[in-house]
T-cell receptor, first 112, second 112 residues
Framework: DAGITQSPRHKVTETGTPVTLRCHQT?????MYWYRQDPGHGLRLIHY???????DKGEVSDGYSVSRSKTEDFLLTLESATSSQTSVYFC???????????FGPGTRLTVL | GENVEQHPSTLSVQEGDSAVIKCTYS??????FPWYKQELGKRPQLIID?????GEKKDQRIAVTLNKTAKHFSLHITETQPEDSAVYFC???????????FGAGTRLTVKP
């Protein structure tokens, strides 16, 4: 599946704790994206990266930060998790512009 | 920003019938319209896309039509099969803008 993995696949945490999700690709794609998926909202872009150390905000970036120190890894951090951040998080990779995005398997995050 | 609305939210058809899912978008600058299929518990995968310089695109049993004047596009699935059962997402993006906006999704059920 396009050489993209996410870790962890499931996580339960408590309000106020920091959480980091990892996306790893072996396809050498320039662009990487983090989405969240919630019922009734489809997929919403949180942040994306267009190269090492180059990132930008998406539609729902508040409460999230990202980092990309290597082409293959894109990290999503919730500095202080809240219950509203309970969701399924998908990483995606692509060549950028208006082409196909390949999604990772997803991470189910529950914030109690 | 761009807003994409998708209808219906659920759709049930008999095997062999056709299914149509419609999406509208708000920003006339949008020029790329992909459709993703997500089976239960799986990752979204691109099934077909269309750019604003064409009005229709077909790939075997699936087709997408685009009406730029009315700002809507539709997914057509003919001769539906039980394996077509999934959630389908439309999306729209503007050239040069990496913030692709997704519709809320349509859950299609094909009854044998």
């Amino acid at each position: 599946d396009a050489g993209i993995t996410q870790s962890p696949r499931h996580k339960v945490t408590e309000t106020g704790t920091p959480v980091t999700l990892r996306c790893h690709q072996t396809e050498n794609h320039r662009y990487m994206y983090w989405y969240r998926q919630d019922p009734g909202h489809g997929l919403r872009l949180i942040h994306y990266s267009y190269g090492v150390k180059d990132t930008d905000k998406g539609e729902v970036s508040d409460g999230y930060s990202v980092s990309r120190s290597k082409t293959e890894d894109f990290l999503l951090t919730l500095e202080s998790a809240t219950s509203s951040q309970t969701s399924v998080y998908f990483c995606a990779i692509g060549a950028g512009g208006q082409g196909e995005q390949f999604f990772g398997p997803g991470t189910r995050l529950t914030v109690l | 920003g761009e807003n994409v609305e998708q209808h219906p939210s659920t759709l049930s058809v008999q095997e062999g019938d056709s299914a149509v899912i419609k999406c509208t978008y708000s920003d006339s600058a949008s020029n790329y319209f992909p459709w993703y299929k997500q089976e239960l518990g799986k990752r979204p995968q691109l099934i077909i896309d269309i750019r604003s310089n064409v009005g229709e695109k077909k790939d075997q049993r699936i087709a997408v039509t685009l009406n730029k004047t009315a700002k809507h596009f539709s997914l057509h699935i003919t001769e539906t099969q039980p394996e077509d059962s999934a959630v389908y997402f439309c999306a729209a993006s503007i050239r040069g803008d990496n913030d692709m906006r997704f519709g809320a999704g349509t859950r299609l059920t094909v009854k044998p």
